[in-house]
């Protein structure tokens, strides 16, 4: 068979296998679709695929469909981290900073600390740092995989529980958009690539011109040719794009429909493909045990920190748990910035299916902890601040 074949044989096992096993299983409450995706990749996996079926794995997942997968994967993480962007006002950032600023810092210092104390913990057994890491790269490394929000899986939970657009759910958006641009910070020092840093700076400057000048264009030209100009402005700036565009430049209606398709048509290729990256050479239980002990230090940090921030700020009883349980939601960016880690030899593969193990069972508790509490403190959805 030729590799456009293979292809296609790949990709109708993407979109069929998840969507049964998450349909007739009806595992939507606790295991939505994109968890369910990003399981059925560990398990087609070379770790579990790969090792018990070898020929079959090596027949569809070579590396030439492998490679085409990731190119569908890192276009549709660019749309999608897009358009969460665009939920965010970075007005009301702004106005409610002293109370983003506590509750973002809270909720990202405790759990990078408690897992950072993880992470140390599993250097006491080899195998799980990288070839090319120093020993605080590695904590520092994991440390944050597990302290981040997954700004866009957050959204569509919010959606799912009524909540996005009301006054709770924008504070939640800000309190993880502010964490978000950390992480990438932090990634940076990770790295120690000054000849990249030194084009992040340079890159930054014209950003701010281009920014401008796209500012100003948006508003003089027709809504339909919006959005064939923001694709544009996102394929030439990639991430940066998010920080820069206007809800109220497209219409809202729209906007949650293109959400919708490139979560059907293009993220499916992202989860899975995902998971085929997964491996298990220090063992299964051994892996389990380092992502059970990455979850407690991931969601108990959470929820200790934005606490915290809940008595400094003073609010009402209950809305600190909801607010962490949300905060605590992992996945998406976490992959990326795991695959990052990845690829730069910081950690093994071992490590980072531990994490994504870890963000799969923090994504699968977020809905089932977070709905019965908003059924009974319904009062808190409509508070600002």
């Excluded at 866009?152 to 939970?157: A, G, T, V």
């Excluded at 100009?229 to 394929?235: E, H, R, S």
């Excluded at 700036?237 to 998010?242: C, H, L, M, Q, Y």
Aim: glycine share 8%; aromatic share 10%.
């Amino acid at each position: 068979m030729n590799t456009t074949e293979v292809f296609l044989i790949a990709m109708a096992i993407i979109f069929t296998v998840p969507f049964l096993i998450w349909r007739l299983g009806k595992t939507d409450y606790y295991a939505p679709l994109v968890v369910v995706q990003i399981i059925t990749g560990i398990l087609l996996g070379p770790g579990i695929l790969g090792r018990a079926f070898p020929e079959y794995y090596q027949f569809v997942f070579n590396p030439t469909v492998i490679q085409s997968l990731n190119g569908i994967a890192w276009w549709a993480v660019m749309l999608f981290v897009m358009i969460a962007g665009v939920e965010l006002d970075l007005r009301k950032v702004w106005a409610y900073r002293r109370e983003s600023g506590i509750t973002a810092g809270l909720a990202l210092g405790t759990p990078l600390l408690l897992s950072g104390i993880a992470a140390g913990l599993m250097l006491t057994v080899d195998g799980w740092i990288g070839q090319k890491a120093m020993t605080w790269q590695f904590v520092l490394g994991v440390g944050m995989a597990c302290a981040v929000t997954a700004l866009p899986i957050l959204i569509l939970f919010m959606e799912k529980l009524e909540i996005l657009r009301q006054p709770i759910g924008q504070r939640i958006l800000r309190y993880a958009s502010l964490d978000d641009i950390a992480i990438w910070g932090v990634l940076a020092l990770i790295l120690m690539d000054w000849e990249r840093i030194g084009r992040q700076l340079s890159f930054l400057l014209v950003f701010a011109v281009a920014a401008w000048l796209f500012h100003h264009l948006m508003v003089r030209i027709p809504a339909r040719d919006r959005w064939y100009v923001a694709l544009i402005w996102l394929t030439v700036v990639a991430f940066g794009a998010d920080a820069s565009m206007e809800a109220e430049w497209f219409d809202q209606e729209k906007m949650d429909l293109l959400r919708h398709h490139v979560l059907l048509v293009f993220m499916p290729v992202f989860f899975l493909s995902t998971g085929l990256r997964t491996n298990w050479d220090l063992g299964g239980a051994t892996v389990f045990i380092a992502a059970a002990l990455l979850l407690i230090a991931s969601v108990t940090g959470k929820l200790i920190g934005v606490r915290i921030a809940g008595r400094i700020l003073k609010w009402a009883p209950g809305e600190a748990s909801i607010i962490g349980w949300l905060l605590q939601t992992k996945a998406l960016i976490m992959i990326i910035f795991a695959n990052i880690l990845l690829d730069k030899q910081i950690i093994t593969s071992d490590t980072f299916t531990a994490l994504l193990l870890m963000a799969v069972a923090s994504t699968m508790l977020t809905v089932p902890m977070v709905a019965p509490k908003l059924a009974r403190l319904k009062s808190l959805i409509l508070r600002s601040a």
